[in-house]
């Protein structure tokens, strides 16, 4: 079994120290760095799966180091460090691709379980070679579903083409564009940029896409990239597209012209060559019918388009799925756990998962964590995959346009209490993070859960901090 390799960088020699002999302890591989410059280093000499990092550092500070690591080791996953006065820092960090945060003094017992969620989600390549000329590794696409996807991902990979991807939620648009950029014999050795064009306001948005330059605005200390120049050479993913306001439409539609913009503040024309990938999923036509999409920037995106498949379209690779899935689940718990009996793989089968592989993940993950005997049974599932009731999916419940396009189900009325449910949740959520001044660690004791699944709610609920 592969020893999860880990870097801690922290200028303060007994946080650093007591993080070494805690990560030690667990058997991790620990690295340490003192500053961010030096942690660049160790990242040139190594690979490494986690890297924890302080946010206020010597030379390099923890954002960039960040950005750093976004952009040439985009496997690797960053958890950030940071004292109670400096959460603001740690939401920003989150912004631009961080895993998650944590607050000082760290306890043995939040820092293992973020661990664990960190490992769960890391890259199908762990264990294996690091690199692959098979651009579809670590992507389970065996169903002739998926394979008719990746014959046209190699017809187009040396195209400049602009590719549009369509989907929905949890059916892998971030693993296929990620394919097209490795099958890309002129790209891959260049960058792979990403962004959720959703997760962020107009205004952050328009600087994280074109950058800006200092004094353009409240906050501009310095001059900054935006992700269009990181990815100059490279693929760009521009998740979440429908998101766009307008005016960002607008500019979208210049550099997809002309492949080129101004940053926020500046009059000096930057030129770059870059191949978009745009992903969404709602069918962007229903929105320019809609007036909520403009029509010539959907004919400029919409050169080649691909349409995954759901899942309940490609259960020939659920078998080999749910198997990939248990054993990545129960190597990092630690769990002896080697199969899932019959009667829970029938139930596995007949469920229409519209959360997709997602969804899925989250299933065999529970079902690990839950099951007392080496092999999971039909009692370690979900309720919902257990006495299914196929609730519509949550973009039918908003009224927007779905991809799969079905009718609205019998049990609508159920799906709307459980959205109504959400309210006072959301309300409950923010008045505690606001009477604790977003100490998430006392905001999920108040609320008697565990940190992690605050903020998963934190980010399921879209809540922001305002102040």
């Not at 004791?445 to 879209?462: A, D, E, N, W």
Request: proline share 5%.
């Amino acid at each position: 079994m592969v020893r999860h390799r880990i870097l801690v960088v922290d200028d303060d020699p007994l946080i650093r120290g007591s993080l070494y002999e805690m990560l030690r302890g667990q058997r991790y591989d620990v690295e340490i760095a003192s500053d961010g410059a030096e942690a660049l280093d160790h990242l040139k000499r190594r690979s490494f799966h986690l890297v924890f990092t302080d946010w206020k550092m010597p030379q390099v500070d923890g954002l960039s180091l960040l950005q750093h690591i976004k952009l040439h080791h985009p496997g690797v996953l960053v958890v950030l460090i940071t004292g109670f006065g400096t959460i603001s820092s740690a939401v920003e960090a989150i912004r631009h691709g961080a895993f998650d945060y944590l607050t000082k003094p760290i306890q043995a017992e939040e820092l293992e379980a973020t661990i664990q969620r960190a490992f769960l989600h890391l890259t199908p390549s762990i264990g294996s070679s690091e690199a692959s000329d098979d651009p579809f590794a670590g992507i389970i696409g065996g169903d002739p579903a998926m394979q008719k996807l990746f014959e046209m991902i190699r017809a187009v990979a040396n195209s400049p083409a602009t590719v549009l991807l369509e989907g929905e939620s949890g059916t892998g648009k971030r693993l296929i564009a990620q394919a097209i950029h490795r099958a890309d014999a002129k790209r891959r050795a260049h960058p792979f940029v990403e962004i959720s064009c959703g997760a962020l306001p107009e205004t952050l948005l328009e600087s994280e896409l074109f950058g800006h330059v200092r004094g353009s605005f409240t906050g501009a200390i310095r001059d900054k990239e935006g992700r269009f120049e990181l990815a100059d050479g490279g693929t760009i993913l521009l998740d979440e597209i429908d998101a766009f306001s307008p005016a960002l439409q607008v500019k979208l539609l210049r550099v997809l012209q002309e492949r080129t913009f101004e940053r926020v503040g500046d009059t000096r024309t930057i030129k770059i060559d870059v191949r978009i990938v745009a992903a969404t999923n709602h069918r962007l036509l229903d929105l320019v019918k809609q007036g909520k999409f403009r029509e010539d920037l959907y004919y400029r995106l919409n050169v080649i388009t691909m349409t995954l498949p759901p899942l309940r379209q490609r259960k020939g690779d659920l078998p080999r799925l749910i198997d990939y899935f248990l054993t990545r689940s129960a190597a990092t718990m630690g769990k002896t756990i080697t199969a899932v009996n019959p009667e829970a793989r029938e139930l596995l089968a007949r469920y229409d998962w519209p959360g997709n592989v997602r969804e899925l993940e989250h299933a065999i993950e529970r079902a690990v964590i839950l099951a007392k005997h080496p092999t999971i049974t039909a009692d370690d599932l979900p309720e919902s995959v257990r006495t299914p009731t196929d609730l519509p999916s949550a973009e039918a419940q908003n009224g927007q346009s779905p991809l799969n396009g079905d009718a609205a189900s019998p049990n609508a009325a159920d799906a709307a209490l459980k959205e109504a449910l959400k309210i006072p949740e959301r309300e409950l959520i923010l008045k505690t993070l606001e009477e604790v001044r977003w100490n998430r660690s006392e905001a999920a004791r108040r609320l008697g859960v565990h940190r992690s699944t605050l903020y998963q709610k934190i980010r399921q609920l879209g809540i922001l901090r305002t102040s």
